[in-house]
């Protein structure tokens, strides 16, 4: 057996439009150093391929292939939303890792995910301390909810950012085009169950004083029926139109979240999720305005026709820098983006320790948000703004956009008995 | 007063990613020939700024503001669903108009609208010649729908079919790298209350056998629920997920639409659309699937972020053939596309009677679905496909497309008593 150790990648968690341009980045990087790295091995749907020994061989791709991972939404080698339970809970899952990566000579862990999964990271590298197994753990950021701490941003959250202001700015003309005899209330539900960035983000679609959005409602800032209706009523008054951005994860005070306030169907059956028919309902009833609503739910994670350049630079510059720390030796540590200091934006490659990152998430600071709670502040738009900037269009073919395939080709198993997942 | 006579331009019905395009070609061709037009005078939110002396002075808009009309989403004058009634019923508002364009010194009338608003541009077109006001009136297509007679397509179909198609690709990579552990279900509800066209689109996304979308639900097939739900459990049985797209319109065979089949919010008052969640709850109540639903409302109307090239092109010629046509002294007429007869797709504008397209609706045939009611057949793609060709990209600053805003400066009234819209 070559002392050259294979490299392992799993994407963790829900997908993003460039958690795909970090695959690319370790899977280009690593043939790079084809002299100390041997093959990158996918996990098939995430951790959950490395415990069923279910390993994707991407040497077998292309250089194109690999290429157009680039420009290529959601996770080429699927994803899972499997987490490890605790060392103590579940430590035959740990062990399974392990003798998985004994049995395919796999040094390197890169582990593609949110905050979940970097406590995953930092287990499997205290693990294999503690086997004697030598395994180089890394964590490479990815989530749409912008909440992991000691980065500038997560990648994935920028293009969702732009694609959820582009679409309030151009939902916003179309309201404001018909308003005088048709739709004066319009509401997008954007994704963020706990944290307000993603409706934050639609605030980047105004220019000027009275455009559009003119209501973001915020987990951050408890739903209160009476003021939201007043302001409603108010912006209808003045502009002729509303339009409000409501983040899925809206609730009252006490902690119930709008979107399970109890929607029945015909059979009495309760009906999940729905905060914009929700809260249309509630301004129709009240107010008696024509209303329309939106849900963009897996558009805007998946929207890579208009994904954020930066963002994509972003994910391809972390996968590639998880390779190159793992070549100089580091372990249980995750690359992350600094931002510079200048006031044009600019960033860098830091390096974050595990310890600090894992279970430990970014809340939207308050100052982001308005006083009154329906909007942003210009700390919010200083700091968001740059994340969006530039596009970074796949190619074409016949109108629509070429997005790759992979072969997939499985590694022959070596295990002999089956695992069974917890 | 010179003899050179000024013209009017409205936007009519809901507006499309394209329908400034056609302001566009209509305001630069005009000014090409001020020998012969004077200046081109918008209504202020479609034809009750005619009814009200509300007209907009584009002469006042610089060129590159005008020529901005190209990239930019929605209604720039607005728009309304003002419909004008029988000459029998409403006289007053048929001879109201004649009354602004006389004292305006209007010769041209260019509508710019669907089914409903070419049959008003007939009416105003026969009026003038009983009540001696020559004035000739040019109808401009354009609906999302696609349901006019008489023209290959409708300019703002192509951009919505385009959108729909792309977004369909990307949601179903996501779900597909997820459905091994999460999501199994995803529903996109899109527009098109009465014509499938709009759903047809998303089957654009497919490029092999088993791709999504899987189930498409049309409003010309008659919804089965033990057929609908027999198909997503074998689908997602043989393929690990189910995408389905479903027309707004979709509906029994009885004729109710499913979005209408009683929902009750918390309050026992019922709630208005969402065949999306309606679905998602059959699924889940007789499945068990996780599900994903997502409502692109007017986000897929005015996404020009990423229209289709073709459309926009359709759009400005339509707008540039209705002056050409005013300027050859025609008279109530549409300029329409016409396709070649060639295997490589071209077009070019023709010109359709009035009479013969006020009425009449472009019903999807039969033979674009395929028998079994889920999907589209390859008749359906050779029509569609052209349709989304090429992209038309905005310019962007700061991350955000550039779309521009008018000063739309009024044309002062002239007439002394204000009338009351019926």
Redesign the interface.
Known sequence: MSNKKNAFYA?SG??T?VINASACGVIETARKHRDRIGKVYAGR?GI?GALREELIDTSKESKAAVHGLLT?????F?????KLKSLEENRAEYERLIEVFRAHNIGYFFYNGGGDSADTCLKVSQLSATMGYPLQAIHIPKTIDNDLPLTDNCPGFGSVA?YI???T???A??????C???TKV?I?EVMGRHAGWIAAAAG??AEREGDAPHIILFPEIAFDREKFLARVQRTVKQRGYCVIVASEGTQYADGRFLAE???????G?S????L???L??MV??ELGYKY????????Q??????A?R?DVEQAYALGEAAVEFALRGDNAVMPCIVRGKGKRYSWSIGEARLENVANREKKMPRNYITRDGFGITAQALEYL??L????A?PD?R????V?VRLKNTPVPKKLKKPFKIA
Chains 1, 2 share one sequence.
């Open positions: 994407q829900g997908v439009a749907n959950i290529t939404p959601a996770g080429a699927g994803s899972c939303r499997h732009k202001a582009i679409s700015r151009e939902a003309l179309d309201v404001a085009s018909m005088e005899t048709s319009f997008l980047l679609a306030s109890g929607l029945k169907d015909a059979f059956h009906q999940l999720g729905g914009a028919p929700y249309a309902a129709k009833d329309h609503w939106a849900v963009a739910d897996y558009l994670r998946s929207a890579r026709h208009i954020s930066t703004s740059p969006i900037g530039g596009e269009y074409y016949n109108g629509m956009p997005y």
